[in-house]
């Protein structure tokens, strides 16, 4: 594992301070589906790689979304009802009980308009999912 490869705390602590969203890394399974929902996604979103678990196991580096350009963000929260974990939230309402809010959100899943499961399994997210997490693309 690289030194130089952050902890996702700390990307989490800057989105914190400079973005109106936060993510909690844990929950996020990195399929992109945040930036293929905003508006400005590449503009806005980079992935980067980070020490991480997937839903809580087995950390290790994997590629994450973070705001590389904060500053460019309106606030209109399509990324953050296209999240499928719930990682991605408003910062003033962090996750605070990450299990619920991954089963939550997973069980809303089918129920949600345009970013139900059909939009989470494009072909597209998949790919990046595998791609993200280490496995074979
Ligand atoms: S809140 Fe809207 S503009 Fe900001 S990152 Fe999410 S989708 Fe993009």
Not at 24 to 29: D, F, I, K, M, V
Not at 117 to 123: G, I, N, P, T
Request: charged share 30%; with cysteine; proline share 8%.
């Amino acid at each position: 594992m690289s030194e130089s490869v952050r902890d996702w705390r700390e990307y989490y602590r800057e989105m914190e301070s400079s973005a109106p969203l936060v993510i909690y890394y844990p929950l996020c399974g990195g399929g992109e589906e945040c930036i293929t929902a905003c508006p400005y996604g590449e503009k806005i979103w980079e992935v980067k790689p980070m020490k991480v678990s997937l839903f809580g196991v087995k950390e290790k580096v994997r590629l994450r979304p973070v705001m590389a350009n904060p500053e460019l963000c309106r606030n209109c929260q399509l990324c953050v009802e296209a999240c499928p974990t719930g990682a991605l939230r408003p910062g003033d309402t962090p996750v605070r009980h990450p299990v619920l809010t991954l089963v939550y959100n997973t069980l809303r899943l089918p129920f949600k308009g345009k970013y139900n499961l059909k939009f989470v399994f494009r072909k597209e997210h998949v790919e990046r999912f595998r791609k993200n997490n280490g496995l074979e693309v």
